[in-house]
């Protein structure tokens, strides 16, 4: 026997690739070996960047005794949840259905069949808080399971009936309209927290796609509440210790409600959603912090997140070695005042203590605190803020970095594709266009391949071997669409359509309805399916966005069918858990305004297609480009010429066209602008 993880892409799996554990990955053949060896399977599920599921290795998985009592009486299955999001999601549903909560790591007691019949999370080496320890729980798994079998089947029977009978109907009639959205605002008034911004109390999550909700509905309706919740959110994160204050990004959330300490991993997926957010705000409202948050976001995963393939990594661990060489949380980023003092100098150290909010107690812990702008300081001279970032992160340079969990994922670089691609336009950055445009290569070359479907993951220019979720498909196809409307290069819409015309054949059910994996995917003990937004947008909001917008550009019957059916579940479920849909929400407000479609007969790049971008109207599709090619690249611009030889405008919505224009002004104002 030996640990089977070696030949394995993951980051996480390599992790435990020398654990004295028989680590299998998930595989027909573990549960096949367990059948063989009459022994349950233990899952356990987690990812890189977790915290706690490095303490667990650590205590558990890396000790010798409780290695061998494992690979005694179990087969150990290691997965990685942003790998294999399918098994992580259906396991996770049955842990917080037996439960009441969840998290990583996920620790799961399988039968051979895979079905599930004992669950937890973290478990200590030491009995602990009534919570028994790892050992007894093993111990106590091995006797049900020699002394009570036809009690564990029972079990595992009744939670799989349970799990399937949880399938969801698709979320009620016809497509959510003004009064769903309307509730939906109401909704996320009553929950919005007025003293920090944000919603919800602690632990508190930056709640990008809910933000994309409330600067839409502003812009179709005029509503000063939305715009004002939003404008102040963003503010709150970007004065927090959520933010990077030196090198820029968001970490994960904010563990109190205000936006003080973060849990410190910094995911790729937060940041490209953030990015486009502030992007989006400064849009709307021109103000200079959000210009200043979306650039350096930007800048952030280019410097810190790409790959030598021109991808993006998906996170940054929250550890890493502290000045006595203890793997602890946060230390690559916290200050106390004796670092200021031994970088900045008495004077400085004292101006920068006040401006970054650095006590002599900490606001973090052993006296250390967390970089935020408190702004109880008055207006700072902006000069000698620089100059102290500036010394305080070369120094900062000077430290152990966190560890990077380097494998490429689809869907959370098809985020990035579109906030970089995005970002370069607004600003006139088009170095960040081209690194957009680079991730988007690296999709086509590596994760579509040769096989014409999604590859889930990739590292160091290798397709792993999971196949793509509907996630995948729906964020690498808004990605597509963003890169097509900044770059007029309509092969990204070609592109994204492939990918669309997948999702209609395999991911879409009776009645509009989405699944999470393919119909010809590994069946697992429930097909997996969550219109719910978390972290991410889900796979099937996502995907009705594209949907959407892809129909906008096409005028394709089917696209626009596919996508009013989705956003039935925004329909019912918008008015009643907003901060849950808040993507789903985003999209409906787009179909409220059409969307709009703009066609920029010239060049792309020029002002008419710059204004066009920066337009507000809820989800508008441009297509720009001139001569006689245009129309070949995007339907939209077939039959519109240039009027009097000028570059010329054309908006449409709800098969009605205004009068084209070449005016820029008169452009911006038909936009929203």
């Not at 393939?309 to 980023?333: I, K, M, P």
Request: contains cysteine.
């Amino acid at each position: 026997m030996a640990n089977r993880l070696a030949q394995t892409t993951s980051p996480y799996l390599l992790q435990h690739a020398d654990n004295p554990v028989d680590w299998w990955p998930w595989s027909p053949e573990a549960f096949e070996e367990a059948r063989k060896r009459d022994v349950p399977v233990l899952l356990s599920v987690g990812y890189a960047s977790c915290h706690w599921c490095h303490v667990m290795a650590h205590e558990s998985f890396e000790d010798e005794t409780v290695a061998a009592y494992l690979n005694a009486h179990f087969v150990p299955v290691k997965v990685d949840r942003e790998e294999r999001p399918d098994v992580d999601a259906v396991y996770m549903e049955a842990v917080q259905a037996a439960t009441g909560h969840g998290g990583w790591p996920m620790t799961v007691f399988l039968t051979a069949d895979a079905e599930p019949f004992y669950f937890g999370t973290y478990f200590p080496p030491e009995a602990r808080h009534g919570s028994p320890s790892f050992q007894q729980v093993l111990e106590g798994v091995v006797a049900a399971w020699t002394d009570r079998r036809e009690e564990v089947a029972e079990v595992a029977g009744r939670i799989v009936a349970d799990l399937a009978g949880r399938s969801l109907v698709h979320g009620g009639d016809g497509v959510p309209g003004e009064q769903e959205t309307a509730q939906a605002l109401l909704g996320l008034t009553r929950e919005y927290d007025e003293q920090h911004g944000g919603f919800g109390g602690a632990p508190k999550f930056p709640p990008s796609m809910a933000v994309e909700f409330l600067l839409r509905h502003y812009a179709r309706t005029g509503s000063e509440g939305a715009l004002q919740m939003a404008a102040d959110t963003c503010s709150a994160m970007a004065r927090g210790g959520i933010y990077d204050q030196l090198g820029g990004g968001f970490a994960r959330y904010s563990v109190d409600r205000e936006w003080v300490v973060p849990h410190f991993e910094k995911m790729l997926y937060d940041n490209a959603l953030l990015c486009r957010v502030y992007a989006h705000l400064w849009r709307t409202t021109g103000s200079d912090e959000a210009r200043r948050i979306a650039l350096e976001t930007a800048d952030f995963m280019v410097r810190e997140l790409r790959t030598a393939e021109g991808g993006f990594a998906s996170a940054l661990d929250a550890d890493s070695e502290d000045a006595d060489g203890r793997h602890v949380e946060g230390a690559f980023y916290v200050w106390t005042p004796g670092q200021l003092r031994e970088v900045l100098g008495e004077d400085d150290a004292a101006f920068a203590a006040a401006y970054f909010g650095v006590t002599e107690e900490g606001t973090f812990e052993e006296g250390a605190s967390v970089l935020r702008l408190p702004g109880d300081t008055g207006p700072a001279d902006a000069a000698r803020v620089a100059d102290v970032r500036a010394r305080l992160l070369a120094a900062r340079e000077e430290r152990p970095r966190p560890g990077r969990d380097d494998k490429v994922v689809a869907a959370w670089n098809g985020l990035a594709v579109a906030a970089l691609a995005e970002t370069g336009a607004y600003f006139d950055r088009p170095d960040l266009v081209e690194r957009a445009t680079e991730a988007a290569d690296l999709l086509v070359r590596v994760h579509l391949g040769e096989v014409a479907r999604l590859t889930r993951t990739s590292k160091d220019g290798r397709a792993g071997d999971n196949a793509g979720v509907l996630e995948d498909y729906g964020d690498v196809a808004e990605g597509f669409l963003a890169l097509a409307a900044v770059t007029g290069e309509g092969a990204w819409l070609e592109f994204a359509g492939f990918l669309l015309d997948i999702v209609l054949e395999q991911f879409t059910g009776e009645g509009g309805q989405l699944y999470d994996t393919a119909h010809d995917a590994e069946q697992l003990i429930r097909r997996p399916q969550d219109p719910t937004d978390s972290a991410t947008p889900s796979g099937w909001t996502a995907a009705a966005g594209a949907l959407l917008s892809y129909a906008a550009y096409t005028g394709s019957e089917a696209h626009r069918t596919a996508a009013e059916g989705a956003l039935g579940v925004v329909k019912a479920l918008g008015p009643r858990v907003p901060r849950f849909v808040g993507w789903g929400l985003a999209v409906a407000e787009a179909l409220l305004d059409g969307p709009r479609e703009v066609a920029v007969a010239g060049p792309v790049g020029g002002e008419l297609h710059r204004t066009a971008l920066l337009g507000r109207a809820p989800g508008a599709v441009v297509a720009a480009g001139e001569g006689p090619g245009a129309g070949a690249e995007f339907p939209l611009l077939v039959d519109r010429p240039q009027a009097g030889g000028e570059p010329t405008a054309y908006v449409c919505r709800h098969f009605v066209c205004d009068a084209p224009t070449t005016d820029a002004a008169e452009l911006a104002v038909k936009l929203g602008g």
